[in-house]
């Protein structure tokens, strides 16, 4: 949902109205930005996943500040993870005495209620970041604190960071569709995880991972699904499990695993024929790409799943095609 485009202001009022949708939506209770209000440009979407909710702010550089002694009361209980979109410029992170740089490889964590916090960049920049009671993660927040500067050391990170950008990508569908509470657990199995992979005591490190093992699979298959040597051996070893008990936790979890990698695949060839930017690649290049080398394989499956061919599919999702679309993009600010 978007809740600001400040192009779509008055110069005047731009600011204002950009400080009252960050302090009404985030908490934010401080803003600094780094252009006068001709050049100002700032974008926010919000969308809510039961008890998360998924911010998506991108425009010309500010400095975004929360403090804990001025954070409203509804959402002092709040934990915020905040990433930095690739290709979108670095982010300055810095919470409870901590200092990171975000360039689209790391995230940010902070309590509300234990931490002041901000985060900013310079120049055009894109932040992905969602917010959810600290009740819903089951952690003490001391655990919350300690896992601040050590996110960097897990290699959950880049897992829960492939998770936040995929659900942002359909987040309008997701949302508000029956896939919104298993997404918003499956992101909080994924955030507890991580937390306690660099925080947690060993006992809490041992409850968690049982409990997470799917989840954490299912991350993995996402993050890798177009390689084409992810196999079951590799997954079950990238968890330390072995191949029998990997089959098992899917089978316990309602799905076959080559099944369901067969079946994001082609979900993924599928809406990659139909995308416009892509129309001057060939239907065996991007079958390749999404772990099909057998074009023969490729079309048959296609079809078994989605009634038509490929190249009937192409030709009725693109009908008005006539030559490559480059994504749209927005121009350089002045």
Same mark, same amino acid.
Request: aromatic share 6%; hydrophobic share 40%.
């Given at each position: ?48 996943? #039961? @008890? !998360? ?6 425009? +010309?550089? &500010?400095?975004? $500040? ?5 954070? /409203? ?107 919104? #509470? @298993? !997404? ?6 994924? +955030?507890? &995880?991580?937390? $306690? ?5 060993? /006992? ?131």
């Amino acid at each position: 949902m978007l809740v600001l485009d400040t192009d779509d202001l008055p110069e005047s009022d731009r600011y204002e109205a950009l400080y009252a949708a960050v302090a009404r939506e985030g908490g934010i209770s401080a803003l600094e930005e780094g252009e006068p209000a001709s050049r100002l440009w700032k974008r926010i979407e919000i969308w809510t996943f #039961g @008890p !998360l909710t998924l911010f998506d702010t991108q425009g +010309t550089g &500010a400095r975004f $500040v929360r403090s804990v002694r001025t954070t /409203r009361r509804e959402l002092a209980a709040n934990v915020s993870v905040m990433t930095q979109a690739p290709g979108h410029g670095t982010a300055r992170f810095g919470a409870d005495n901590h200092q990171r740089l975000l360039a689209g490889d790391g995230i940010g964590l902070v309590p509300h209620m234990a931490a002041s916090h901000e985060y900013g960049w310079d120049g055009l920049g894109r932040s992905l970041a969602f917010t959810v009671d600290l009740a819903h993660l089951g952690l003490p927040v001391d655990t919350v604190l300690d896992a601040i500067p050590l996110l960097g050391h897990s290699p959950l990170e880049p897992l829960l960071l492939h998770h936040i950008r995929a659900l942002h990508r359909d987040a309008d569908r997701y949302s508000t569709g029956p896939e919104a #509470g @298993p !997404l918003a657990d499956a992101t909080l199995h994924l +955030t507890r &995880a991580l937390i $306690v992979s660099v925080a947690g005591d060993d /006992r809490t490190r041992r409850e968690v991972a049982h409990e997470t093992l799917l989840p954490r699979v299912l991350a993995y298959l996402r993050t890798h699904l177009t390689d084409p040597a992810l196999t079951p051996r590799r997954v079950a070893h990238a968890h330390g499990i072995s191949v029998r008990t990997l089959y098992r936790l899917c089978e316990e979890g309602g799905f076959s695993l080559e099944k369901w990698i067969i079946r994001r695949r082609l979900d993924g060839a599928r809406a990659d024929l139909a995308a416009p930017h892509l129309a001057h690649r060939t239907i065996e290049s991007i079958a390749r790409a999404w772990g099909f080398p057998n074009p023969a394989h490729f079309s048959r499956r296609f079809h078994q799943t989605f009634g038509a061919t490929p190249t009937q599919w192409r030709r009725h999702a693109t009908p008005a095609r006539s030559a490559p679309d480059a994504p749209p993009e927005r121009p350089a600010r002045p």
